[in-house]
């Protein structure tokens, strides 16, 4: 008679575990195998963060781009309803006067005001702005209708609106300082300190209308971005914080001789990579590089660049 099995088989429940070849199941894992995990962990970090920066910085560079789209509009509208463009400064009890009106400084007409001084940038004097001009048109109509314009920029009635921070005029990569200008005004092809003869869009005393520029509005640069030197005045001020030229390339930076120089205003410059953002008149932005021809850029920005060719140059064009 067959014996009884010591394991009957029980459809009903699972045969116990075996393991025939007594091998012990393993219970964790070695000492290289987590250094080989962390090693990875390590690598794919170092391949992703020059990826999240490059992000960041086209997050910054396009949010750059919005602000300075918005102010190009907003320029507009303000030309729309003035038929002119803002002064890019003014002096006290300045005449103001529209281009191409305004006489040659060296041929001025007897009936004419006298050339105020270049403007210094020192907390000295009238210095209303451009910037001023377009805050109605920036959705801060409550903080224009608040400056007082019979005083200087740095009278104590206007502390508050130089303490103001205004985001349109601020670039997410520049400077911590929130008072300062991010972009400014062209008021001159060359370096020259900022006057009522310059032949940018936006200078000392003057108005001009877009129709009448002589190159074209949407052939001329209006706005770039700007380096925030040290003692920069804050976007209220028509000096070299809100005004620039393009008498050198893009992103250089001045010296300490140039810089104790009241009268230095120095050109564009931006913290993104390679260059800076531009303004066309006409609302256009342009990411300009700092290797860019500086003949081809001061062209850029002369407002009449085509009347000062000569007829030599021109004959052989």
């Known amino acids: 008679m067959k014996a009884a099995s010591p394991h009957p088989t029980n459809p009903f429940h699972s045969s116990p575990l075996r393991n025939p070849a007594g091998i012990h199941a393993r219970r964790g894992v070695s000492v290289v195998e987590i250094i080989v995990v962390v090693l990875i962990v390590l690598i794919l970090l170092a391949l992703s963060i020059p990826f999240v920066r490059n992000m960041r910085e086209l997050t910054r560079r396009s949010n750059c781009d919005q602000n300075l789209m918005r102010l190009g509009l907003a320029m507009q509208a303000y030309a729309s309803d003035q038929l002119h ?7 006290f009890n300045a005449t103001i006067q529209l281009w191409p009106d305004i006489p040659s400084p060296e041929t001025p007409a007897a009936d004419s005001p006298e050339q105020p001084a270049p403007i210094a940038s020192e907390p000295e004097g009238y210095h209303h702005n451009w910037v001023s001009s377009l805050l109605p048109y920036v959705d801060q109509v409550g903080l224009f209708q608040s400056i007082d314009y019979s005083a200087s920029v740095y009278a104590e009635s206007n502390r508050l ?30 370096a020259s300190p900022i006057t009522a003869s310059n032949d940018g869009l936006l200078f000392l005393n003057a108005w001009v209308r877009p129709e009448e520029v002589p190159d074209g509005i949407s052939a001329t640069i209006l706005l770039g ?9 804050g976007w209220v001020s028509g000096t070299r914080a809100t ?13 300490e001789e140039q810089l104790g120089d009241p009268s230095f205003v120095g050109g564009l410059g931006s913290r993104h990579f390679g260059g800076a953002n531009v303004l066309k008149g006409d609302a256009a932005v342009t ?5 860019i021809d500086l003949p081809l850029f001061q062209s850029m920005v002369n407002r009449n660049n085509l009347a000062e060719v000569k007829p030599a140059e021109a004959d052989a064009n």
């Open 225 to 233: 971005e700007k380096h925030s030197y040290p003692g920069d005045l």
């Open 85 to 91: 463009l803002p002064t890019g400064t003014a002096s």
């Open 161 to 190: 609106i130089r303490e103001t921070m205004v985001p349109v005029y601020r670039c997410s990569s520049d400077d911590p300082s929130p008072t300062n200008s991010s972009y400014a005004g062209l008021h001159h092809s060359l």
């Open 243 to 255: 005004l620039r030229n393009a008498g050198t390339p893009i992103n250089s930076l001045p010296n």
């Open 287 to 291: 990411f300009l590089s700092e290797t």
